[in-house]
Structures are given as structure tokens and as C-alpha cells.
């Protein structure tokens, strides 16, 4: 199963490291990664997204490296989650302007374009970015690069209806 | 003349007599050189090992022995990769341990220089944490902040490597803070409702076991234990790690549990109906299978590590705190309620475990023409001794029969390797315990298979003046890969014999600088002992040729459920 752990940690060479590597000792698979600063001077945050059953143990191993502040995990009702993707779509004169059109339906943004191909850059919840995918895809994916997932936990209930990149 | 600048290795040194090290135990090497200098105008001792897996042994020896962090130094290199086991082993045991490694120069770093190698790398799972020092100016708070996250929470080792030219960059020294450890904050006092809760059930308990580990130790809680099982009126299982902790001479002492542990300390977790662990972790040398583990126990779960609750077995009442605080909140708890006299009388409970005590006792068979068990002279070796003597072992059958036979009496008597089961820890670990603490009488209880795995220590203990006694129980062989050869391999014995004459022991630790000896029959033992309580300005070793053939028991198989005891092969 699937889960999202955010996790803040001091900014020192060798954390990151030591956080991807409790989970690979312990034979998990992180299914992406995302780290950056954070507002804070000296803080980073990490958002993994990793295959385990259950939880508990890996949240107290994580907690028990030194670097580590705070681990928190983030349900998916309560997780505010966001990926960036740039896509190389394969098209000639004749079909650029369908895959245009089906792009656009996504809000995906062009920023790259060749005569036999044309790269798009798009932001959302991982749902949006794997439905863009669906509808993209009979076009011929060229190449492709995912951003790790980043989250944060929701504090508003409102915040469901305000999720970015809707086609809506 | 120009004064000579105060550089790294000058802040180092001074950083470790700031937190008050008394003896470093190390090797010294190219890129650790610039540290070697400054140590001969400081107060601190310097231990010259043999192999810096004997310096990092010491290391654990001296802080086991007395509750301070040992300290193992190390160059660059092979020089740390020989410290790699002494720091598993200090991980896997809690033992407060800091280790300082030269590292090539900062530029060199990534080149394949000579003698590199990628240290804190490879210190990363054998560590609670290790420090990569960038600047000179660093030194002061990392070595803070190193012997405080080794002394704090669940002890631990903590490596330090130090590249060359920081050792050799000026700096200034200053007051060190830990203001760099923003996210350590081990928890120290448990909950006081769970502790509520795990006085209810205890008190109503009818079949309770104290089932305690290392951690007591470490926390100092020997005393409140005392007070706790008296006052609770509750049996005690002492693991291996925890051997001395709760005297084996009390009413309520069952001795150690587990694979080859005593049949009633065993059992009675079997049957327990409440498990109050206590700085245990539920080893698999204790639980035996765990689904068959205390099947109807309701367990309390008493650690400094949040980890280790719920990691082997569920706990009914976690409680994350430090053992001493705890016990001694559990003892204010149950103070409130009444006074120890009314504690409940559990009479039956008791009469089971003297049932149990009277018909499955430990036991050997010593003839008077020999060959001589190794359990026998433990025995003789403790009423010689009176019992007044910090015990080492390596691993394997002779650590358990210490285990088993010695009968402990106070918490730091008993030094061993439990968790990695490091052969060769006996005769290093015991250095550093005499060196920790000269006015005790030091044995390193020994096989002959451990002994030859770091045996060339007995050179640092003639040299550096630090005279162990070296007990040397030679069986010809690695006896417990044999017995489980003999058990479940149907006797084909695979790599197993060692020579049972070579090497010449008392020839080599003679060559060694040691005084040595050699017993061979029973009758020879007392004045063996007797001789070696005599020599107390040397080393001394004394090899007991002991029976070849002979098993450890009680054991539960690998795997087995601890309800599965085997008393001896007649029950295979």
C-alpha cells in the first residue's frame, strides 16, 4: 500500500542519505521522492511516497535519526498533493494540433516544440497528471519526467473544491 | 622561536578532556597523525591496541564497566573499517561509544587516495549517528554533541571522522552547546497514566514476570528494581544483556531466559498472564518463535526507544521512558496505594516456579578423573573469587555457561557481546573494564576460538601495564557450531576442529608478555586459581582443556517455541 510522509530535517550533508537509506535497508521501495527548503533557514522537507504495509515502525526508525525533526504521515483526505511533469508528445504538422487541443483540455502549458514533437509542462494532483496521461498517451509519449510528489497536510475543509489544475 | 598555532587536533584533544575522557583506546595512522601529536602533553590516557577491533572493544569494555562513553581512535582507511565491528556491536548492545577517524585531506576526498575509504558511509547503519567534520571550527560542538547523543536516549556509538588538514587548520576553541541537535528529544519519564494503568494490571496480576533487559543497567535502575519486584511481589528474568542487574541470590530471581537459558525463567514468561518488560527488546534468542511467545500474556512495555515497543510484540500498555525514571514512578504509584507487606502473596504462582526450580535445575555431570567442564570451573572459579570479579566472555557455549553458572551480584559485573555475538570481544572488552577499573579483579572468560580471534591484545594488556586474567576454556574447536552440527546435521562436523595443541597456550602468552598456565585435570584447578589470584602485576592466562564433547542446555531450538525445551540430547 501506498503512503505519503512528509518529513522535515535539517539542511546537512548526508540526510537524505541516511532517510532513503532506513527504507531500503528494511527492503521498502520509495515510489518517489521530493526534497527541498523550506521557509525556515537550515530546514528541509521531504516528501516520500513509499510501498509498505504498515507504517508505525518506519515512522519511529525515521524519527530515530538524529537529522530528523518532524515525520508526519499524510492521508490522502488530508494531504494536499502536488506533481510537476514534463511530457514529450510525438506528432507531425497534421497531428499537432489535436494533441494541442487535448492539452489544453488539462491546462498543460507548451514549452518546447520540434517538428516531430511537442513538450508540454504540466502541474497538479498525481490524479490529474495520470489522467493527462491516458488521454495523451495514444499520441505517443516521446519521453517523459515526473517530480516527486510534494504535500502538505490540509487545514481548511474547503480545500478539496480549490485543487490546482483542474480541467474544470 | 614562533609559538605553534592552535590547530584541529588541539580543539579535538581539548574537546575530549572538556567532557571528561580519561583513556582513549586507538592506533594511530597517516591521516589521524596530526591527533596524536597534542595527546602527549594531555592528561588523557592513550591505550596502543593491537588491531582496532581491540581498540573499539576496549572502547565498549571500559563503557559497559562504568556507564561513561569509551572512546576509540582510529586513522583513515583500514584503520576504520577495522572499527566496523566494535561499532555494530555497540549498536546492537547500547553501548555509549565514540569513535574519532582520520580522514584524507578534504581535497583528496573521492580520489581513491591511499587509505581512503568512505567512513561515515560506511558508519551510517553501524552508528546512532556519525559527524564528516568540514571545518575546524566545528570540532568543539561536534564532539558535544557526540558524547552527548552516545550518553543520552538509548546509548549508542557515534562516529567522528576528521579529514587531515582540518586536524591541521588553526582554529580557536570555545564553549560547545548542543544547539545543533534540533530534532533529538529522547523521551525520559513515561506517561503517568499508563503507568497508572500498568500498576492496575500488575497488581491484579496472578502469574507476573519482571522480564528485564540491558537497559537497567544503562539507566542506573538497579536499586529502584530492587525496590519495584519487592515491593510488586514479582518473579525476575534477567537476559543476557542484564545478567548482575537483580541479584541471583534473590527469593525472586529466576535467572535468564531464553534459547539456553534457565528452564523456570524460561517457562515462567511461557505461563506468565502479565510481562512487564523492562528495557528488554524481545530478542529472538529470548522469544523463541514469537507467535508462541508468553501466548497469554498481557504485556507492558517499558523502553527509551519508541522504536522498540510494538516492533516484535504488541504491548497492552507502551510506556517510553527511561527504566530508572519509570521504576521509580511505578514505585511512587504502587507507595500510594499500600505498603509492600500487602503485597499480593501470589502462592501459587511461587510454588510452581519451586516446582519448576527443584525438578529442571541447570546441571552438568563434572567426574573427578575428568575431562573438566568448563561449568565446573566457572563454579570454582566464583567461589575462589568470592564471587568479587567483573566477568568478560566472547560467544558461544562458554558465554552461556558463564551466564548460567556465575552467580551474579551487582549491575557492570558481566561484560559481553549479546546482540552481534562478536568472537574475540572477551580479551579486548576486558582490557578496557581493568583499564576503567584497576582495583577489580578482571577475567576474560574465554573460548578457544574466540581467543585466537583477537588474541594478540594480550600484548597490550603486558604492555600497557593492565594485567587481565584470561581464562582460556579449550575444547579443540568452535564448540557451539559443533553442537548444532551434532544436533540438527546428524554430527557431520563441517569446519568445526580447531587444533586442540596448536597453538601452545601458555607458551604463547608467554611470548605474549603474560604468565601462563595449563590445567588439564580437575584436580588441578583450585591451585590454578589460586595461582593466578596471586600474580596481580601481570597478565595471566590459564588454558582449561575441557571436554570436547560436551553441549550446552537447556536449548529451544532455532525457531522452536520456548514451550520446547530441551533439557539435554536425551530429550531430542
Not at chain 1, 537529522?67 to 499524510?74: A, C, F, G, S, T
Not at chain 2, 536516549?153 to 541537535?181: C, F, H, M, Q, Y
Not at chain 2, 574465554?446 to 597490550?460: H, K, N
Request: glycine content about 8%; some cysteine.
Amino acid at each position: 500500500m501506498q503512503h505519503t510522509l512528509t518529513v522535515l530535517v535539517e539542511n546537512k550533508p548526508g540526510v537524505l542519505a541516511r532517510v532513503s537509506a532506513m527504507f531500503s535497508n528494511r527492503g521498502f521501495n520509495i515510489h518517489s521522492l521530493a526534497v527541498g527548503p523550506t521557509h525556515q533557514e537550515g530546514r528541509s522537507r521531504i516528501t516520500l511516497v513509499v510501498d509498505a504495509p504498515e507504517l508505525e515502525q518506519l515512522k519511529k526508525q525515521l524519527h530515530k535519526l538524529v537529522n530528523v525533526i518532524k515525520v508526519q504521515e499524510l492521508a490522502p483526505e488530508v494531504a494536499l498533493e502536488r506533481e510537476v511533469m514534463i511530457a514529450r508528445i510525438s506528432c507531425n504538422p497534421a497531428s499537432r494540433g489535436q494533441v494541442r487541443d487535448t492539452a489544453s483540455l488539462f491546462e498543460a502549458r507548451v514549452i518546447d516544440l520540434s517538428s516531430s514533437s511537442i513538450t508540454f509542462e504540466l502541474a497538479g494532483t498525481p490524479e490529474h497528471l495520470g489522467t493527462f496521461l491516458d488521454h495523451i498517451s495514444p499520441y505517443g509519449i516521446v519521453d517523459l519526467v515526473k517530480s516527486g510528489r510534494i504535500a502538505l497536510r490540509k487545514e481548511s475543509e474547503l480545500t478539496p473544491t480549490m485543487s490546482a489544475g483542474s480541467s474544470a | 622561536m614562533t609559538s605553534k598555532p592552535f590547530t584541529g587536533s588541539d580543539s579535538l584533544l581539548r574537546s575530549l578532556e572538556h567532557e571528561g575522557v580519561e583513556i582513549i583506546f586507538g592506533v594511530p595512522g597517516g591521516a589521524i597523525l596530526p591527533a596524536y601529536d597534542p595527546l602527549l602533553s594531555s592528561p588523557i590516557r592513550h591505550v596502543l591496541a593491537r588491531h582496532e577491533q581491540g581498540a573499539g572493544h576496549m572502547a565498549e569494555g571500559y563503557a559497559q564497566a562504568t556507564g561513561r562513553v569509551g572512546v576509540a581512535m582510529a586513522t583513515s582507511g583500514p584503520g576504520a573499517t577495522n572499527l566496523i565491528t566494535p561499532l555494530q556491536n555497540a549498536l546492537m548492545d547500547s553501548t555509549p561509544l565514540v569513535a574519532i577517524t582520520g580522514q584524507v585531506p578534504t581535497g583528496s576526498i573521492g580520489s581513491d587516495a591511499f587509505q581512503e575509504a568512505y567512513t561515515t558511509g560506511l558508519a551510517m547503519h553501524c552508528t546512532k549517528h556519525s559527524y564528516l567534520v568540514a571545518n575546524a571550527d566545528e570540532i568543539p560542538d561536534i564532539v558535544h554533541e557526540a558524547f552527548h547523543l552516545a550518553s543520552t536516549g538509548r546509548p549508542g556509538p557515534v562516529l567522528i571522522d576528521v579529514p587531515k588538514d582540518v586536524l591541521n587548520s588553526p582554529t580557536e576553541w570555545r564553549e560547545p552547546t548542543l544547539a545543533g541537535l534540533p530534532g533529538y528529544k529522547p523521551t525520559k519519564s513515561g506517561h503517568p497514566m499508563q503507568i497508572k494503568s500498568a500498576i492496575d494490571l500488575i497488581e491484579s496480576a496472578e502469574r507476573p514476570v519482571l522480564y528485564v533487559g540491558g537497559g537497567v543497567i544503562k539507566a542506573g535502575a538497579h536499586e529502584e528494581l530492587l525496590a519495584f519486584a519487592e515491593a510488586a511481589n514479582a518473579p525476575v528474568v534477567t537476559t543476557l544483556m542484564a545478567r548482575g542487574v537483580f541479584p541471583d541470590t534473590h527469593r525472586l530471581a529466576l535467572g535468564m531466559p531464553g534459547m539456553h537459558g534457565v528452564y523456570t525463567a524460561t517457562t515462567a514468561i511461557q505461563q506468565s498472564d502479565v510481562l512487564v518488560s523492562v528495557a528488554a527488546r524481545f530478542d529472538d534468542r529470548v522469544t523463541g518463535r514469537v507467535d508462541a511467545f508468553a501466548p497469554g500474556a498481557q504485556v507492558i512495555h517499558i523502553d527509551v526507544d519508541p522504536a522498540e515497543i510494538g516492533k516484535v510484540r504488541k504491548a497492552e500498555i507502551p510506556i517510553v521512558g527511561d527504566a530508572r525514571a519509570v521504576l521509580d514512578a511505578m514505585n511512587a504509584e504502587l507507595g500510594k496505594r499500600r505498603s509492600p507487606e500487602e503485597a499480593p502473596e501470589r502462592k501459587p504462582w511461587f510454588d510452581q516456579l519451586a516446582t519448576w526450580q527443584e525438578e529442571k535445575p541447570l546441571s552438568y555431570d563434572q567426574t573427578p578423573e575428568g575431562p573438566i567442564k568448563a561449568q565446573y570451573f566457572i563454579e570454582r572459579l566464583h567461589s575462589l573469587t568470592g564471587g568479587d570479579a567483573l566477568v568478560a566472555a566472547g560467544v558461544g557455549q562458554h558465554q552461556m555457561w558463564v551466564s548460567q553458572f556465575w552467580e551474579f551480584s551487582r549491575p557492570r559485573s558481566w561484560i559481553n557481546s549479546g546482540g552481534l555475538g562478536t568472537m574475540g570481544f572477551a580479551l579486548p572488552a576486558a582490557i578496557g573494564v581493568k583499564a576503567a577499573r584497576p582495583d577489580e579483579l578482571v577475567f576474560a572468560l574465554d573460548g578457544d576460538g574466540c581467543f585466537q580471534m583477537t588474541c594478540q591484545e594480550m600484548i597490550t594488556a603486558a604492555t600497557e601495564n593492565i594485567p587481565v586474567k584470561v581464562v582460556v576454556f579449550n575444547n579443540g574447536g568452535y564448540g557451539m557450531v559443533k553442537q548444532w552440527q551434532n544436533l540438527f546435521y546428524g554430527g557431520r562436523l563441517s569446519a568445526v576442529e580447531l587444533s586442540s595443541d596448536t597453538p601452545d597456550y601458555p607458551q604463547l602468552a608467554e611470548a605474549m608478555g603474560a604468565v601462563g598456565m595449563r590445567v588439564e585435570h580437575p584436580s588441578e584447578v583450585d591451585p590454578a586459581i589460586d595461582k593466578a589470584l596471586s600474580i596481580s602485576d601481570t597478565p595471566v592466562l590459564i588454558e582449561v582443556v575441557v571436554d570436547p564433547e560436551e553441549m550446552c542446555f537447556p536449548m529451544v531450538p532455532a525457531g522452536g517455541s520456548n514451550d520446547q525445551i530441551v533439557m539435554g540430547p536425551e530429550d531430542l
